[in-house]
């Protein structure tokens, strides 16, 4: 007789590289896995994976039987997903993933949604890297891109639009002579949100429309929008930065606009998914809720001073 578990424990297998790694992701031992793999393989007549002690690969068979076998776990996943919906109240749990620079304003939404579904589990990736939503099992991801993704396989949908502003501590600009020009930015201590090391760029946006990019080795480099705006609120430089990330220190007077109305090219805050039908109740209603959020409040585009 088939088993079901035995097609899901091959594809978390493979999917997470290896049977140790698969085996933290799904809290069974190592040894299961191991055991059920071989039944499988044994049931087949053919090998799917080649592991030693020092060597993990997946034939070109496995390759062949994995692909297929994730549409299936897809399949029963959307099967579950229907029954679900009959059930009223959404529970279970939603892999979701954000960068980094937008944890800050979604924790009070996150606080929210798991009051509002108590029966639902929350799992956060927090990360600036892209994420591969169906090779890393992950529901909804959230991006923020100057275009939109064009990934035929992902459902996408809008939230907004997020502006990043050039700013610096009042005795940071008092100290030198006014901005008038971008290229003057080249020759001040830049604080950037890039994690490569080395020379980099911002694409900016004029009262006018006009567009210049702007080449320079920042100070300091962190991916964590928190830590740049310290530093620009302490004085270590220009930093470029979402307004809702820096909207309540402008409001207090820690920092303020340099070239302004100069910004960044608006980024599109939206959401990717891997599919509309049999989409679970708790990862809709986590969809619903974060367009709720996003669209009735100003998270995005907060009131700054002028």
Same mark, same amino acid.
Request: with cysteine; charged share 25%; aromatic share 4%.
């Given at each position: 007789?088939?088993? $079901?578990?035995?097609?899901? *424990?091959?594809? &978390? ?10 085996? =933290? ?14 039944? $499988? ?9 080649? =592991? ?7 034939? &070109?068979? !496995? ?12 399949? #029963? +996943?959307?099967? &579950?997903?229907?029954?679900? +919906?009959?059930?009223? @109240? ?5 892999? *979701?993933?954000?960068?980094? !620079?937008?944890? +800050? ?6 606080? !929210? *949604?798991?009051? =509002? ?7 956060? /990736?927090?990360?600036?890297?892209? #994420? ?7 529901? /909804? ?5 100057? +275009? ?10 809008? $939230?907004?639009?997020? =502006?990043?502003? $050039? ?13 008038? @020009? #971008? ?11 890039? &994690? ?8 900016? #946006?004029?009262?006018? !429309? ?25 004085g270590a430089g220009v930093a470029l930065l979402p307004d809702h990330a820096c909207a309540a220190a402008l409001k207090a007077g820690q920092l303020v606009r340099v070239l302004h109305p100069w910004h960044a090219v608006d980024g599109i805050v939206h959401v990717v998914f891997t599919t509309r039908r049999g989409l679970p109740p708790p990862v809709r209603a986590w969809i619903d809720h974060l367009a709720a959020h996003f669209g009735e ?10």
């Amino acid at each position: 007789m088939r088993d $079901l578990n035995d097609l899901l *424990f091959f594809t &978390e297998v493979v999917a997470h590289g290896g049977f140790a790694a698969a085996g =933290r992701a799904l809290r069974e031992p190592k040894s299961k896995l191991s055991r059920r793999v071989a039944s $499988l393989e044994a049931r087949l007549g053919v090998r799917l994976i080649e =592991r030693s002690s020092r060597r993990f690969q997946v034939t &070109e068979v !496995g390759r062949a039987f994995y692909a297929q076998c994730r549409v299936a776990m897809a399949e #029963v +996943e959307r099967a &579950e997903a229907l029954v679900q +919906e009959t059930q009223g @109240e959404p529970h279970g749990l939603v892999r *979701f993933s954000s960068p980094l !620079g937008l944890m +800050e304003p979604l924790a009070p939404l996150i606080a !929210g *949604f798991l009051s =509002r579904h108590p029966r639902v589990r929350l799992h956060v /990736v927090a990360t600036n890297r892209r #994420v591969d939503l169906i090779d890393e099992r992950i529901d /909804v991801a959230l991006r923020v891109r100057a +275009e939109l993704d064009s990934d035929a396989a992902l459902t996408l949908r809008t $939230l907004g639009t997020s =502006r990043r502003i $050039l700013v610096a501590s009042p005795a940071f600009v008092n100290a030198r002579e006014p901005l008038s @020009e #971008v290229e003057q930015l080249a020759a001040l201590p830049t604080l950037s949100a890039t &994690e490569q090391q080395g020379t980099d760029r911002w694409a900016l #946006v004029g009262p006018t !429309g006009q567009q210049r990019v702007l080449e320079h080795e920042p100070l300091l480099a962190c991916g964590d929008f928190g830590a740049l705006r310290d530093a620009a609120v302490a004085g270590a430089g220009v930093a470029l930065l979402p307004d809702h990330a820096c909207a309540a220190a402008l409001k207090a007077g820690q920092l303020v606009r340099v070239l302004h109305p100069w910004h960044a090219v608006d980024g599109i805050v939206h959401v990717v998914f891997t599919t509309r039908r049999g989409l679970p109740p708790p990862v809709r209603a986590w969809i619903d809720h974060l367009a709720a959020h996003f669209g009735e409040t100003q998270v995005l585009s907060p009131a700054l001073p002028t």
